[in-house]
């Protein structure tokens, strides 16, 4: 987050924004959700959170800081978890997202670590993310715009998309 934090600077002002997500495991799912902020308007849902048979919105909490007239998510079967949610985020809520590349892993889920005696803890599958207009997202990744696997993808991207 302080990386993309301190690269705002450098960041706004282009007419594109290309986001790398490609062999990203995903992460902090608020880091994500913070990130996803500075380009959804305030109050959208981003995304909704399944836990405990009840499903809460989780919306933008400010106006966002960039705006570009395209963003292009590079995005690989490696791209997972967190990574995935804010693919999801940007996607299902903004109208200049294009994705490509191949589907993503496929992991909606999160976990909580659970305290026990002695100093050991569980972990344990306790929510699942679903797309913000409530669509279950695909066990087979979420597939992008473009199929483009090869390693010049981001000339492809400069040539054929933006």
């Known amino acids: 987050l302080e990386f993309f934090k301190n690269s705002m600077d450098q960041i706004d002002g282009y007419d594109n924004f290309v986001l790398d997500l490609r062999e990203n495991g995903g992460g902090d799912i608020n880091v994500i959700l913070e990130i996803a902020d500075y380009f959804v308007d305030k109050d959208t849902v981003m995304l909704k959170e399944f836990r405990r048979h009840k499903t809460t919105d989780i919306r933008a909490k400010t106006d966002p800081v960039l705006s570009f007239d395209n963003?292009?998510?590079?995005q690989n079967g490696?791209?997972?978890s967190a990574s995935e949610q804010l693919v999801t985020a940007l996607s299902y809520t903004l109208d200049n997202?294009?994705?490509v590349g191949s589907p993503t892993y496929?992991?909606?889920?999160?976990q909580t670590r659970i305290g026990l005696l002695r100093g050991f803890y569980v972990k344990a599958t306790t929510l699942e993310w679903i797309a913000p207009d409530g669509t279950r997202l695909p066990d087979e990744g979420i597939a992008p715009d473009y199929i483009y696997t090869d390693d010049d993808i981001t000339d492809y991207v400069l040539e054929n998309i933006l």
Do not use: F, N, R, S
């Not at 963003?71 to 590079?74: C, E």
């Not at 496929?106 to 999160?110: A, E, I, R, S």
């Open 71 to 74: 963003i292009v998510i590079l």
């Open 106 to 110: 496929g992991k909606y889920v999160g």
């Open 97 to 99: 997202v294009t994705t």
């Open 78 to 80: 490696h791209t997972a």
